[in-house]
């Protein structure tokens, strides 16, 4: 299995990335998938899951209405668009399927 993030970076409050996670060796089209992060000295906080057909999406309350997790699993590909970023969002990002995750990709926001 493997988990490659991307998109991370510098944003203004407000602002808007797209994070995307390139997965391998596994049945990507079968896989319930999901967004964890993970802030300075604390612990991982689910932020969003998506059922292997993408028609069910779950969203933490945190993050609810701001961000949507995204797949195509022609791709094997999956997406979190994040928009109206706040300073409480800067967090290492990983794209996740128990028991395994990616590297993360680190978005920071920030004035």
């Known amino acids: 299995v493997q988990l490659v993030e991307s998109g991370g970076g510098l944003v203004q409050p407000g602002g808007s990335l797209r994070l995307s996670c390139a997965a391998s060796?596994?049945?990507?089209?079968?896989?319930?998938m999901k967004w964890v992060r993970q802030a300075p000295g604390k612990g991982f906080e689910w932020v969003a899951s998506?059922?292997?057909?993408?028609?069910?999406?779950y969203y933490a309350d945190s993050v609810k209405g701001r961000f949507t997790i995204s797949r195509d699993n022609a791709k094997n590909t999956l997406y979190l668009q994040m928009n109206g970023l706040k300073p409480e969002d800067t967090a290492m990002y990983y794209c996740?399927?128990?028991?395994?995750r990616g590297q993360g990709t680190q978005v920071t926001v920030s004035s």
């Open positions: 060796g596994f049945a990507f089209s079968k896989t319930t």
């Open positions: 996740a399927t128990d028991p395994h």
């Open positions: 998506i059922i292997p057909g993408g028609y069910e999406r």
